[in-house]
């Protein structure tokens, strides 16, 4: 991938981290997502006390591009915490990503804070995605 795009995904992602709710876990991470128009959308993960309503950022990200009127998503980048943990998107995640997914092989990214990034295909971390 253009590392251009992807040193924009990761400064999304990283200020998106720095608003992450996470008081339960301190687990913070923050994505981004490229959209076919071109604009990058940011999230993070938003804890809650009954850990089920949890929203990861991944989600968020693609929520926030949705929200937006978006509907193509190109790629995404998911940072994690200061520890250098990276942060694999969980199954949720991934189901909404195909969902929105430009192509069944969009890039997936998943970056320590110091910008060492790992790069997935999205039809590799999810095979055999639900589709109507």
């Known amino acids: 991938m253009d590392q251009a795009i992807v040193q924009k995904l990761l400064q999304k992602a990283g200020e998106a981290r720095k608003n992450a709710y996470a008081v339960y876990s301190g687990y913070t991470v923050g994505a981004a997502v490229l959209a076919e128009s ?5 999230g993070c993960n938003v804890e809650n006390a009954s850990y089920g309503l949890t929203m990861c950022a991944e989600r968020n990200a693609v929520f926030a591009a949705v929200a937006a009127g978006e509907r193509k998503l190109c790629a995404v980048l998911i940072v994690g915490p200061p520890d250098g943990e990276k942060p694999y998107p969980c199954g949720a995640c991934r189901q909404v990503l195909a969902e ?18 790992e790069e997935y295909r999205l039809d590799e971390l999810l095979p055999y995605s639900f589709q109507l």
Not at 38 to 42: F, L, Q, R, T, V
Not at 100 to 117: I, S
Request: glycine fraction near 18%.
């Open 100 to 117: 929105f997914a430009e192509e069944p092989g969009m890039p997936v990214l998943v970056a320590a804070p110091d910008g060492t990034c």
């Open 38 to 42: 071109g604009e990058i959308y940011g």
